[in-house]
């Protein structure tokens, strides 16, 4: 009988997924521990690009699937999915049996993940917790999760600071660099002509890379200043990814499905995967949004960031992220700003030897829950 630890990671989007890669290889590798893999979520949608493939493609055997989604985006729609995913998951994980379970994140996928661990006393290990996200109701989501869990791993030491004021013991908690920039350091990228080849565009002319999610906390309307800037650029080459599947998510992508039908110079990807992805934050003229990626991984690549609204607000970020309202004018400013960028690009999330320092600490955590208490500052 295998004595390895059973360590299970749940993904349920391509942009968390890419951020776990390096993480699941480390724990794939180690002869001490033995990867169990559930994907869910947008992962399975047609809508999405059934973006499990490519896990699959990259050498990882997924142990169960997980159907959640409801074919709605409003918030009775994605209230539902979160009842459907704690139904899944209890079977998933009484057929699993893991010892240690990964969670990342804020998503409402993976509230459902973490009440289901926590009532049949699965042990949590949190990642990317302590952050802060005013505009989108994950902020209630992360903070929920990290009182279900019983390890974490930060990003930087403010975040650290916060998991431990919300009670946790500050010898369960490590600040260990964001996930995301492992990726940049180990991925070989692609060139500029490679990259325009592969997505059939002019490599002579500059690009903007956009991926523009709805605010769950109230402002579901703000693709249409963005578009309405964007719309000022004529000469740039317009690449869209699509929203996730948040409430509002499928208007968003409705009003880009629109835009770029009348724009020879719009292009939307259902998913770039890891690899172009990165490699167009690399060659962009500028990343436009409000994902969290162009706080955390696209100032390591060096190419400035337009964040656009209240999705992200409260993030720590460096100084070539440029903050705009969800205002026409105001977005085609900070634009016009961005692409004379001349500052500084600060790496604040971590020097990206993320996965060896979580693995190395995952092997020796009991193999049982423990019994948390209130750590009071």
Avoid at 50 to 61: K, P
Avoid at 89 to 112: C, N, Q, S, V
Avoid at 194 to 223: A, M, Q, R, V, W
Avoid at 357 to 367: A, E, S, W
Wanted: hydrophobic content about 40%.
């Amino acid at each position: 009988m295998s004595l390895r630890r059973k360590i299970c990671v749940v993904t349920g989007t391509r942009a968390e997924y890419g951020l776990l890669y390096w993480l699941m290889k480390e724990i794939q590798k180690d002869e001490d521990l033995e990867l169990q893999i559930i994907a869910t979520g947008m992962h399975l949608s047609p809508e999405f690009g059934m973006t499990y493939n490519q896990i699959e493609q990259d050498g990882f055997m997924l142990n169960e699937k997980v159907e959640i989604l409801l074919s709605s985006d409003t918030s009775v729609g994605v209230a539902k999915s979160i009842g459907l995913a704690t139904i899944g998951f209890a079977d998933a994980f009484k057929r699993l049996k893991p010892d240690l379970l990964i969670i990342l994140g804020d998503r409402f996928e993976m509230l459902a993940v973490a009440q289901t661990a926590l009532i049949m006393q699965l042990p949590i290990v949190h990642l990317h917790g302590g952050e802060l996200t005013f505009g989108a109701y994950d902020d209630c989501i992360r903070h929920s999760i990290t009182k279900m869990a019983s390890w974490h791993f930060v990003s930087t030491e403010l975040h650290r600071k916060r998991v431990i004021q919300l009670g946790e013991h500050p010898e369960r908690v490590w600040n260990v660099g964001a996930l995301g920039i492992e990726n940049i350091l180990k991925i070989p990228l692609l060139t500029k002509a490679e990259l325009c080849t592969d997505l059939k565009l002019d490599d002579n002319k500059p690009f903007f890379l956009i991926t523009y999610h709805p605010e769950t906390n109230g402002n579901t309307s703000g693709i249409y200043p963005l578009l309405s800037a964007l719309n000022r650029f004529p000469d740039a080459h317009l690449i869209f990814t699509k929203a996730n599947a948040d409430n509002g998510g499928r208007v968003v992508n409705a009003e880009i499905e629109q835009f770029v039908l009348k724009k020879p110079n719009a292009y939307l990807f259902e998913s770039l995967g890891q690899l172009r992805y990165l490699s167009a934050v690399k060659h962009a003229e500028i990343v436009i949004g409000n994902s969290s990626s162009g706080l955390i991984e696209v100032p390591y690549l060096r190419t400035p960031t337009v964040n656009c609204g209240n999705r992200q607000l409260g993030r720590e970020c460096p100084s070539s992220v440029i903050q705009a309202s969800l205002d026409e004018n105001s977005i085609y400013e900070a634009i016009k700003k961005a692409m004379k960028f001349q500052g500084s690009y600060e790496q604040i999330f971590g020097d990206g030897e993320v996965s060896k320092k979580i693995v190395k600490q995952i092997k020796k955590f009991p193999l049982q829950s423990i019994q948390k208490e209130f750590y009071d500052l």
